[in-house]
């Protein structure tokens, strides 16, 4: 399976910008999807994840509330909605896949990953 990351780009603070992630194979609708991030200098993180089915969403504390994570099965992709965007999310954001249901905060569930696509936020 395949992962294709787009969107990325420069906006200034308070800004927004969505992101998409693009699935080579249908499998990916069973299997829950993630999105994590690397800001220069520092270890990647979790940001959001939602399930197979879409019904259940979860986000990290610091994107709660301003991101979305959502996801279209007939298309094979998931989308990550970025508002009120602040200078601290600058980073390369990536998407990944967990081969079951429910999703995970931790890197190590994920077995397929994208290659990412860099967010710049400007204050």
């Known amino acids: 399976v395949q992962l294709q990351a787009s969107g990325g780009g420069m906006v200034q603070a308070g800004g927004s910008l969505r992101l998409s992630c693009a699935a080579s194979?249908?499998?990916?609708?069973?299997?829950?999807m993630g999105w994590f991030r690397q800001a220069p200098g520092k270890e990647r993180e979790f940001v959001a994840w939602?399930?197979?089915?879409?019904?259940?969403?979860n986000y990290s504390d610091s994107v709660e509330g301003r991101f979305t994570i959502s996801r279209d099965n007939v298309k094979n992709t998931v989308d990550l909605q970025m508002n009120s965007l602040e200078p601290e999310g600058t980073a390369i954001y990536f998407c990944?896949?967990?081969?079951?249901?429910?999703?995970?905060?931790?890197?190590?569930?994920?077995?397929?990953w994208g290659q990412g696509t860099e967010v710049t936020v400007s204050s």
């Open positions: 990944a896949a967990r081969r079951i249901y429910w999703g995970s905060v931790s890197q190590a569930d994920y077995t397929y």
């Open positions: 939602i399930s197979a089915s879409g019904g259940v969403s």
């Open positions: 194979e249908r499998t990916v609708i069973l299997w829950a």
